[in-house]
C-alpha cells in the first residue's frame, strides 16, 4: 500500500514521468539489513506476484480487498491518482525463469539483468546467461508467456554493467574476462550487458541488438552515464 501511494505521488510531482521498477529481491544482506526473512526464490516471486497484483489496483483507484498468502488487505484506497492511466509503467527485471515469466505476465516493462547472485549474493554470481543462447532463452521465455498481443507493447530493458570507450575491444574484453572466468572475451563482447568500443561501434550494437532481440532500453550504472551520453545522442531519433 505504501509502495503504491508513494508511486501515485512521485507520478504526480514528475508529471507523469514516473515508471515504477520492482523486482523479488536477490541479496540476502539487503533483506537482514531491513530486518526481513530471506526466503527461497520461489517464494520471493510469489510474494512480488500479489504485490503487484495489489499495487495495480490502488493505482487504477481501486477499493482493494486481497486475502493473500503473503499479503492482507481489505478495502483500502488510496487517495492519491496518478497522471498516467491505468498507472505509471511498471519495469519488473531479473533472470530467473520463473520471475521473467511474471514479468510477462504483469510488466509493461521487462528487465534483464542477466546475472543470479547465488547464495543471497555471498557466492560469486552466476554470469552464465550472458551468453547469446541465454539472452535468446529468456527473450523466448518473454514471448511466449506474454503472447503475440502482449508481446507487442512491451518495452525490453538490459542492464549494463560495463561501458568501456575504447580503440580496443579485444584487449578490454580479454580483461573483463580474466575477472569474469565463466565467459570468454567473444560472449563478453556479444553480451547485451556490456557495451565495449568507440561511440560509433557502441551504436552499431545498441541497433544489432535491437533488431535481435527487441531490447530498446538500457538501464546504465551511474559509473557509466557520461561514456554512454555520447551514444544516447547518436541514437536519438532512430
Known amino acids: 500500500m505504501l509502495v503504491a501511494r508513494e508511486a501515485a505521488t512521485v507520478d504526480l510531482l514528475t508529471e507523469g514521468r514516473f515508471e515504477l521498477g520492482l523486482g523479488a529481491g536477490s541479496i540476502r544482506s539487503e533483506y537482514d539489513q531491513a530486518g526481513l526473512r530471506f526466503d527461497r526464490g520461489a517464494i520471493r516471486v510469489d510474494r512480488l506476484a500479489e504485490a503487484v497484483t495489489i499495487i495495480k489496483r490502488l493505482l487504477k483507484g ?3 480487498t486481497v486475502a493473500g498468502q503473503h499479503y492482507q488487505v481489505a478495502g483500502h484506497v488510496i487517495s492519491t491518482h496518478s497522471v498516467q492511466k491505468p498507472h505509471p509503467p511498471i519495469l519488473i527485471g531479473g533472470n530467473g525463469p520463473r520471475l521473467l515469466a511474471l514479468a510477462a505476465r504483469e510488466a509493461d516493462i521487462v528487465g534483464f539483468s542477466g546475472i543470479t547472485f547465488r547464495g543471497g549474493g555471498v557466492l560469486p554470481p552466476d554470469l552464465s546467461s550472458w551468453r547469446l543462447s541465454g539472452v535468446d532463452e529468456r527473450v523466448r521465455l518473454v514471448g511466449e508467456t506474454a503472447g ?3 508481446f507487442a507493447r512491451m518495452e525490453l530493458n538490459a542492464l549494463l554493467q560495463r ?3 575504447t580503440d580496443h575491444r ?3 574484453a580479454e580483461e573483463l574476462a580474466s575477472r569474469w572466468t565463466q565467459l570468454n572475451a567473444d560472449e563478453i563482447l556479444q553480451s547485451p550487458y556490456v ?3 568507440t561511440v560509433e561501434h557502441m551504436v552499431e550494437e545498441v541497433l544489432a541488438r535491437r533488431q535481435r532481440w527487441g531490447i530498446s532500453y538500457y538501464t546504465v550504472q551511474e559509473p ?5 551520453a555520447p551514444v544516447v545522442a547518436r541514437l536519438a531519433g532512430q
Open 62 to 64: 481501486e477499493q482493494t
Open 170 to 172: 579485444g584487449s578490454a
Open 163 to 165: 561501458v568501456i570507450l
Open 195 to 197: 557495451l565495449i568500443g
Open 224 to 228: 557509466y552515464l557520461d561514456t554512454f
Open 148 to 150: 503475440e498481443e502482449r
